[in-house]
């Protein structure tokens, strides 16, 4: 898609408003990974400006991910730390030229193989994470610490564990701040000041709420007053644009030899890739004039920004779900806005880091945990339990195994690589869980060959598995225009989720578009999808 200024009363406000919901994420989601501020807002720069440019998703918008926060903390903890940026860098370039060439090898379609729910149990497990890192912050306690929940109990001699540490010494001011902000972004994402003000995302009434009231304690003198740096965002400040570039760090590039180092690359590589692909999938159906992304050139783009990001301190990059549903929402036509949001961000960068400075860590705490608990509330293990064991099974052996290895460590080499493993082995689950169904009844997938005009029948085998999804996909999404469509399930005894959403998509999106004739047989009354006879656009 090229830039194009056509819509630029639409695309600069939308912009606003992404710029307004990214600023206190980019810095949040930086310190939750163990990195500096600046290099959370290095990876919104670039993933605006370069990912914007680059990639031909009109409205996606892309930057540094929550979900990433976790493996990115555990991935600096393990190559030395803080200290050893540079060597972090160096997995950050890597995956981004893992992403280039995942992309020049056309493997886009690659999240189509993996079934939902093992994504959705990698989301939840993420949540959890997230929230179990904030909680020292909430209470003052902003040392870097291991986190496993197995050191639980304080041996004779030993340390306290991260979440037991500030129990021993609150923070008052912090944690006054920190369930405040809570509660009103709680409280204005329900309140009539939000129908006034929608485009006034609630992490930024809670940071400028956290600024201003301990602004006015230290004016007031209080004890409760946050004055320490360990408690506040520390921007570098510079005099000169000289001093602003020597601001960014470079890789050790004798990182590139190092094996951690090449392993966290493909880790990040391939997470990032899920998450970006997901959130592309989730945008494409947002978009109001229903264009698609070509996910292999998104790939791409992603991996340039990267690749760039790592070269000069940012932290990985992923097409992000939350920014770019607010882009959408605000109006936004094409990738403009998105570049114009890393712009406002690169403004505020130079010219104001001193009220970013301003910024409780306890403020951005209370964000991430917000954050964690739209990933990991309840409602998502209630909707997988009712959803069946087919999809309950892999969703909840992904959550275990990922809390297991990166919270309770409980094998300790493994610490900071449960994501990867977890996702591995809820595919395994999920496939075990597949060939049990399936040991009675052989799988087939047919549709008759078909010229202009003729009827396309697709009859469903015995068992149909989150396996036949791309296939089916791609067959779908092929379908002719005016063609009459006949999806024969009569013989049917299971249908996965993701092949069940995929039909429903079908009809509620493509069938309309292509001005198609569908009839839907044999379909049981517990999927919850029309037995229609004939439906068909009214165009």
Avoid at 372 to 392: H, R
Avoid at 490 to 499: K, W
């Amino acid at each position: 898609m090229k830039l194009t200024t056509k819509h630029l009363k639409s695309d600069l406000p939308a912009g606003l408003v992404v710029f307004l919901v990214a600023l206190p994420l980019c810095i949040a989601i930086a310190v939750a990974s163990g990195a500096t501020p600046f290099s959370g807002l290095i990876a919104g720069i670039i993933g605006g400006i370069v990912v914007g440019s680059l990639s031909n998703s009109p409205l996606s918008v892309s930057g540094p991910a929550a979900g990433l926060a976790t493996l990115v903390s555990g991935a600096i903890i393990a190559l030395g730390g803080l200290e050893s940026y540079s060597l972090f860098l160096c997995a950050v370039v890597l995956a981004g030229l893992i992403q280039i060439a995942l992309g020049a090898l056309k493997l886009g379609g690659i999240a189509n193989y993996i079934p939902s729910s093992v994504i959705k149990g990698l989301l939840t497990s993420i949540g959890i994470l997230i929230i179990a890192k904030q909680i020292p912050h909430v209470f003052g306690r902003d040392k870097d610490e291991s986190g496993h929940l197995i050191d639980i109990i304080p041996f004779e001699g030993g340390d306290w564990h991260e979440l037991l540490v500030p129990l021993q010494k609150i923070e008052v001011g912090v944690v006054i701040i920190s369930l405040l902000a809570i509660i009103i972004m709680v409280l204005w994402d329900k309140s009539p000041l939000k129908k006034k003000l929608p485009y006034v995302p609630s992490a930024l009434v809670a940071v400028v709420f956290a600024i201003v009231l301990n602004q006015i304690w230290i004016a007031a003198g209080s004890n409760l007053q946050i004055v320490e740096e360990s408690h506040l965002i520390v921007l570098p400040i510079a005099k000169s644009a000289g001093e602003f570039f020597g601001f960014f760090t470079l890789p050790d590039l004798s990182g590139f030899a190092n094996g951690t180092v090449i392993m966290y690359g493909f880790i990040i590589a391939i997470i990032a890739s899920l998450e970006t692909l997901l959130s592309i999938e989730a945008i494409d159906n947002l978009d109001p004039e229903r264009r698609i992304t070509n996910t292999n050139r998104e790939l791409m783009a992603q991996g340039t920004g990267n690749a760039l990001s790592g070269l000069i301190g940012g932290l990985p990059i992923t097409s992000v779900i939350v920014r770019s549903s607010a882009n959408v929402n605000a109006g936004a036509k094409t990738k403009l806005s998105a570049i114009f949001h890393a712009t406002l961000l690169l403004v505020t960068v130079i010219l104001i880091p001193g009220i970013l400075n301003m910024i409780p860590k306890g403020a951005l705490a209370a964000i991430l945990i917000l954050t964690g608990w739209k990933l990991a509330k309840p409602s998502v293990f209630k909707g997988f339990w009712k959803a069946g064991k087919y999809q309950f099974i892999p969703f909840i052996v992904t959550v275990l195994v990922i809390i297991a290895v990166d919270l309770f460590a409980i094998i300790p080499a493994l610490s900071g690589k449960g994501l990867i493993i977890g996702v591995l082995a809820g595919i395994i689950a999920a496939i075990g869980a597949i060939l049990h169904g399936n040991l009675k009844n052989s799988y087939f997938f047919h549709s008759e060959k078909h010229h202009q005009g003729d009827t396309i029948t697709i009859k469903l085998s015995e068992e149909v598995s989150f396996l036949n999804k791309a296939a089916i996909r791609q067959t779908l999404d092929h379908m002719p225009e005016n063609a009459s469509v006949v999806i024969d399930a009569t013989n049917t005894r299971y249908i996965d989720y993701d092949v069940l959403e995929l039909i429903k998509e079908f009809r509620d999106i493509k069938v309309p578009l292509k001005n198609i004739k569908l009839e839907l047989i044999g379909f049981k009354e517990a999927y919850k999808i029309d037995n229609t006879q004939s439906v068909q656009s009214s165009h």
